[in-house]
Nanobody
Framework: QVQLVESGGGLVQPGGSLRLSCTASGFTFSYYIMNWYRQAPGKERALVATIGSSSAYTNYATSVKGRFTISRDNAENTVYLQMNSLKPEDTAVYLC?????????WGQGTQVTVSS
């Protein structure tokens, strides 16, 4: 059974940090490109960060570049999103996504709220 389980979300003050984790099971994690998306209320789902299967490639949305870092541990089947200097506009549900050839899987999401 394929699963992507996100964790690490919560309430943080502006300027604070959070580290999200997404642990995969049921498929060969090391084959897959991993993405973090986010969806704020009333807005479309947006791609935040991408990491290649071997971590050699990473890419970020302009809005998070320099503040967020995506990484992965293929031995632990886990992808991370380190989020620093958080802003209220980063408030959203953050979702983990795995994609390889024609296969694609989604996690259920974890809520991140940035507020004072």
């Amino acid at each position: 059974q394929v699963q992507l389980v996100e964790s690490g979300g919560g309430l943080v003050q502006p300027g604070g940090s959070l580290r999200l984790s997404c642990t995969a099971s049921g498929f060969t994690f090391s084959y897959y490109i991993m993405n973090w998306y986010r969806q704020a209320p009333g807005k479309e789902r947006a791609l935040v960060a991408t990491i290649g299967s071997s971590s050699a490639y990473t890419n970020y949305a302009t809005s998070v570049k320099g503040r967020f870092t995506i990484s992965r541990d293929n031995a632990e089947n886990t992808v991370y999103l380190q989020m620093n200097s958080l802003k209220p506009e980063d408030t959203a549900v953050y979702l983990c996504n795995a994609i390889w050839q024609t296969k694609q899987y989604w996690g259920q999401g974890t809520q991140v709220t940035v507020s004072s």
